[in-house]
């Protein structure tokens, strides 16, 4: 997918991340909002081999967001009201909140995709990165294909590169990153397929007999225009997914974003490894969430 586009448009905007504050431009008479105005707007998702829509959204099912009260935090995701536990919710924020930024360089999203952009990434600078995107890893013990990552460092980071979506497309992202990162530290067998991916300037060297899980970094590079920091940003259900990696690895650290140029931040927080400290209980068990089938939260 290329871009979106709103139906009905005035000024016909291509966007590669949708804000509401665009409807001003998109949307005439947009100073009354109501349920019936936000499910009768459509956005399309316009494919990159043509300017056809291969996808097609109620605009109301295309809104992330959260309100907090004292006593209660209400998500809207998906069409639908979820009313979340406090202490789950202010748990989740806050490890999300403490995730560190990568210090890896990455360039300016200019691209008709995240393949596109990996691929120009590592040829704008070879001797640190390299494209490792779509070349996945078949390992016999794994029930599915690995993809390792997309791009790699010479300081040993793992990049994975996703553009902006919705809580499943996150949680997807997420995931695969921790699925790669578990089995890159279990499995020496891994390793050495990985390995023979890399050219020698990456190779992993005696990291393929013994690894030291330190020395690595899993990095999830999200593209999006959004100004607000990404632990901000981030729909609500993806969070979980992020923070509660298993095993012995946990988040260490924060989510600032790094601008770009007009098309905004590209935002990059990472996930290092290490030895895991006591931390509240943040797997995402839904007893801490409720669904709720009121069109907007109650009112204080």
């Not at 448009?9 to 509401?20: C, E, P």
């Not at 390792?148 to 040993?156: A, P, R, S, W």
């Not at 509660?244 to 650290?253: Q, R």
Request: with cysteine.
């Amino acid at each position: 997918m290329d871009h979106f586009k709103y139906r009905p448009s005035r000024q016909k905007g291509k966007y590669n991340d949708l804000h509401f504050g665009q409807l001003a431009t998109e949307v005439s008479d947009i100073s009354e909002v109501d349920l019936d105005r936000l499910r009768s707007i459509r956005v399309e998702g316009i494919s990159a081999e043509s300017e056809y829509p291969i996808y097609d959204w109620q605009l109301y099912k295309c809104l992330n967001h959260e309100i907090t009260d004292a006593e209660h935090t209400y998500v809207l995701n998906n069409g639908k009201w979820y009313e979340v536990a406090s202490d789950f919710a202010s748990a989740v924020a806050e490890t999300c909140r403490n995730v560190a930024p990568s210090a890896a360089a990455l360039p300016i999203y200019e691209d008709k995709g995240e393949a596109a952009y990996n691929l120009r990434a590592a040829a704008e600078d070879p001797s640190h990165l390299i494209s490792l995107d779509k070349q996945i890893v078949v390992f016999p013990a794994s029930p599915s294909k690995i993809e390792f990552c997309d791009l790699y460092t010479v300081t040993k980071e793992m990049i994975f590169v996703k553009r902006y979506g919705d809580s499943s497309v996150l949680s997807h992202l997420f995931a695969q990153g921790v699925v790669s990162a578990e089995t890159f530290r279990r499995e020496k067998k891994f390793r050495e397929l990985v390995n023979s991916h890399l050219p020698s300037t990456h190779a992993l060297g005696t990291a393929v007999e013994q690894m030291s899980p330190q020395d690595f970094t899993v990095t999830f590079a999200i593209i999006s225009e959004s100004p607000k920091p990404l632990h901000e940003s981030l729909p609500f259900f993806s969070k979980p997914t992020g923070t509660s990696v298993s095993g012995t690895k946990h988040l260490s650290a924060g989510c600032p974003r790094c601008r770009r140029s007009h098309l905004g931040p590209l935002i990059r927080s990472r996930f290092r490894y290490a030895h895991r400290p006591p931390r509240p209980a943040l797997n995402a068990n839904y007893e801490s969430v409720k669904q709720h089938t009121f069109p907007w939260p109650p009112t204080a």
